[in-house]
């Protein structure tokens, strides 16, 4: 099956907010925002700004009917600044004018003073300041204080990841238009319809039911418009409602950049403990997490990396402790993997510090302790499978690593200025929303007189290929042709109370709400044709558009079949709920069973670095992964190479950096993101004979797993600048861009350096 929307894509005919033909009267919205990190508002005059050619209407706090507050787990954020500003980029006022050009020089012609307050920008600082979002929590197994005495060998250090920019190429956007009557429609290119809903109620000061919010489809998001299109979407309601007129907006790229959160930079500490057969007995960390301004989702995302501190390996003493830190910066937010990958950067710190420290390769302490069936995680709750180990085993043995390494080693050992690098990086990631609520999906199925199918679900198509899968499952619940199913815009009329599509759930979830609707189609279906052929319904089963009768397609087709039902007045309708069975989780002990299930897999990154220049390439990332069984092998492969180039992105090249606050990373210019020049080749597998008793049709969640691969380019880099340097010790401060490399190699200025450089020149003059 190729993916939903592939051609209309290609052609240019899926229609994004910002292609929709303004409706009549429409106005255009721009935001005029904070330009320091921390300041006192002394002066916000728009006169002028209100007298600007086409200006329709300037909006500040005192115009909100409703409450001037967007936090959802904290409410801690303002929709728009009313006394203080928290950071640059914070929405001050909206300016809504005939274009969009004219309602961003309404914005520039506002004169906004500000007294200048200090501000943090260092998570490290906020926390000695008592600045924390929500209070720190920790998580602990075993007796970590205890086992340091039985170790053969103990390692510490630190570990820094960056931020990063989501970069979804569709920028957020949002269109209301009012409905007359007092209600709205908003067009919201979200991943969260209902937290579109229910701020924009909170903050007009309306019911939920005078707002519907359509989803059609996402443009990317990875996380940045899952509390973060918000805003956009409120304000454009904001406008709508107080002028009775459509209002939209659509960021432009630097103003999308500077303005929206991004992925947590994180700075921990780490003390890792092995035993003299190289197995981990105690790991100590603390996770000082660079929230922003404002909470947004960052204690759901603290909570996820303090459930990901052990990665795939099992840890009998453990004790992580997670501080998040309110900076003024802007309000940091969900971005695949959803602090994970942070924790699994500082574990994977800890392992190769302990290599280096034993003199062995980081490949040998990874393997001896990977998770086992029935080891237990810190939180409790036993692996389910054994996918951990069995991934590792088949991705050494497939892809011959003892083979790549030895082969790198030979080139390092010829190649005296050109280093290669191999690591290995085994993933295990837990599936469910951490807040155990989230953890639901409904459907509406409608079979029509002619046979077509429509399916509506919380579920957001973002690019991310759910509504192919969701196709899929219809088909098959159904036993018709997958063209015969068309899925809707989500909308919260048709499905109320979505949780966003996020955490990789949104296939796992809506996909088994579409099917228990579609199988209770089916079942009434089943009940008109044996009636029809007098037979039992067990008998009868539906296939390939045919009815069947014990096993063999008798003369009724679907179509038939559906008219039928119709003309004997059966429902051709379902609707269906979906909880996750099973999981709870306790946080005042940090134990229980937060998961559905676990994705595992492993990966090895090769890379090669020119150790003049402090170049790199990322040559190939070769991965074993669990899709337990696929509902679209082509949507999973195509997330398992996205997801791994992103996370080449993080670890190597995407650097955010502020001054001041300001985001100095705000053009593609001094952002760099991989392109296809960068990426790797990737030659993926999928575990063979894999099920899953946890999720739709035993497939398993794709979205963010493979992202985490990509952490094994920074351990592969280090591998390679160990080999120019090896007497140098290991730092861990992601991204490892050539800045990094060049100052590993070369900047301290060693003796050993220079003779190591002048060895090489020799060696190119010879
Ligand atoms: N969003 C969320 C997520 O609200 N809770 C989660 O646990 C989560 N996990 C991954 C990505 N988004
Ligand atoms: Mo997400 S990081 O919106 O699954």
Redesign the pocket.
């Known amino acids: 099956m190729s993916r939903h929307e592939v051609g209309p894509h290609a052609r240019g005919e899926s229609l994004f907010i910002a292609d929709l033909p303004d409706p009549a009267g429409t106005l255009h919205a721009a935001v005029l925002a904070s330009p320091l990190a921390h300041g006192r508002i002394t002066r916000l005059d728009t006169t002028a700004a209100a007298g600007m050619p086409g200006v329709a209407r300037i909006l500040t706090a005192s115009d909100i009917p409703g409450a001037n507050q967007i936090g959802g787990i904290v409410q801690d954020e303002p929709l728009l600044a009313e006394d203080v500003v928290h950071f640059v980029g914070q929405p001050v006022a909206v300016v809504v004018a005939d274009t969009p050009r004219r309602a961003r020089a309404g914005a520039a012609a506002i004169a906004l003073e500000l007294e200048e307050l200090p501000a943090v920008f260092d998570p490290r600082a906020a926390a000695a300041a008592g600045e924390l979002i929500v209070p720190s929590r920790t998580i602990a197994c075993g007796d970590v204080d205890a086992a340091w005495g039985s170790c053969a060998v103990v390692v510490s250090g630190r570990a820094d990841s960056g931020g990063q920019e989501h970069l979804y190429l569709e920028t957020q956007a949002a269109l209301t238009i009012p409905q007359g009557g007092g209600r709205l429609r908003i067009l919201s290119s979200t991943?969260a319809p209902t937290a579109v809903q229910r701020i924009a109620a909170r903050v007009l000061g309306l019911p939920m039911n005078a707002i519907e919010v359509d989803v059609a489809r996402l443009g990317g998001?990875?996380?940045g418009k899952?509390d973060q299109a918000t805003p956009w979407a409120v304000i454009t309601a904001l406008a709508a409602r107080t002028l009775g007129r459509p209002v939209r907006i659509e960021l432009e790229r630097g103003e999308d950049m500077r303005m929206t959160g991004k992925r947590h930079p994180y700075s921990s500490d780490f003390r890792l403990g092995l035993a003299a057969d190289g197995a981990i007995l105690a790991y100590e960390a603390t996770y000082y997490q660079n929230a922003g301004a404002a909470a947004d989702l960052s204690p759901a995302i603290l909570e996820r990396s303090l459930l990901h501190a052990s990665g795939s390996y099992v840890v009998p003493n453990l004790r992580v402790t997670a501080h998040s830190c309110r900076t003024n910066l802007p309000p940091f937010t969900?971005?695949?993997?959803?602090g994970a990958p942070q924790a699994m950067f500082v574990i994977e710190s800890a392992i190769t510090r302990a290599a280096e420290a034993l003199g062995v390769d980081r490949v040998e302490i990874q393997r001896r302790s990977l998770l086992a069936a029935g080891d237990r995680f810190p939180y409790g709750m036993p692996a389910q499978q054994g996918h951990a180990r069995r991934s590792f085993a088949e991705l050494e043995e497939r892809f011959e690593v003892a083979r790549v390494r030895a082969a790198a080693a030979a080139f390092n050992r010829e190649h005296p200025l050109v280093k290669r690098g191999v690591a290995l990086m085994p993933v295990c990631f837990g599936i469910s929303f951490t807040s155990t609520f989230l953890n639901q999906a409904a459907a509406l199925v409608h079979v029509y007189t002619d046979g077509s199918v429509s399916v509506s679900t919380a579920a957001v198509e973002m690019g991310q290929g759910v509504n192919a899968k969701i196709i899929a499952v219809a088909a098959r619940s159904l036993g018709v042709d997958a063209g015969r199913i068309s899925i809707e815009t989500t909308n919260t009329l048709r499905v109320a109370n979505t949780s966003?599509t996020?955490?990789?759930s949104g296939a796992d979830m809506n996909g088994r709400a579409a099917e228990m609707a579609c199988l209770a189609i089916r079942d009434r279906l089943r009940a008109v044709a044996a009636e029809l052929l007098g037979v039992a319904p067990e008998q009868v089963a539906i296939a390939g558009d045919r009815v069947l009768r014990d096993g063999a397609a008798v003369e009724l087709g679907w179509e038939r079949l559906v008219w039928e039902a119709y003309t004997r007045r059966v429902s051709l309708s379902a609707q269906a709920h979906y909880a996750t069975p099973r999981i709870h989780y306790d946080r005042s002990r940090e134990q229980g069973e937060p998961f559905a299930y676990h994705v595992y897999g492993a990966a090895m990154v090769e890379v090669t670095v020119d150790c003049l220049r402090g170049t790199c390439t990322v040559d190939r990332v070769c991965a074993v992964h669990d899709a337990g069984r696929s509902l679209d092998p082509l949507v999973d492969l195509g997330q398992l190479e996205g997801g791994v180039v992103q996370g080449l992105g993080w670890m190597t090249m995407e650097e955010l950096l502020f001054g001041d606050g300001r985001n100095l990373s705000d053009t593609l210019s001094t952002y760099k993101v991989p392109d296809i020049l960068a990426a790797p080749a990737i030659e993926a597998v999928f575990l063979d004979d894999a099920d899953n008793p946890h999720a739709v049709m035993h497939s398993k969640a794709i979205?963010?797993p493979p992202f985490m691969y990509g952490i094994g380019a920074y351990f592969a880099l280090l591998d390679a600048m160990r080999a120019f340097r090896p007497d140098r010790e290991a730092f861990f401060h992601a991204p490892m861009t050539p800045e990094r490399i060049l100052m590993f190699l070369h900047g301290d200025r060693t003796d050993a350096a220079v003779t190591q450089l002048d060895r090489a020149r020799a060696a190119i003059t010879s």
């Open positions: 991943q998001a990875f996380g899952e969900a971005f695949r993997g959803f966003p996020a955490a990789s979205g963010e």
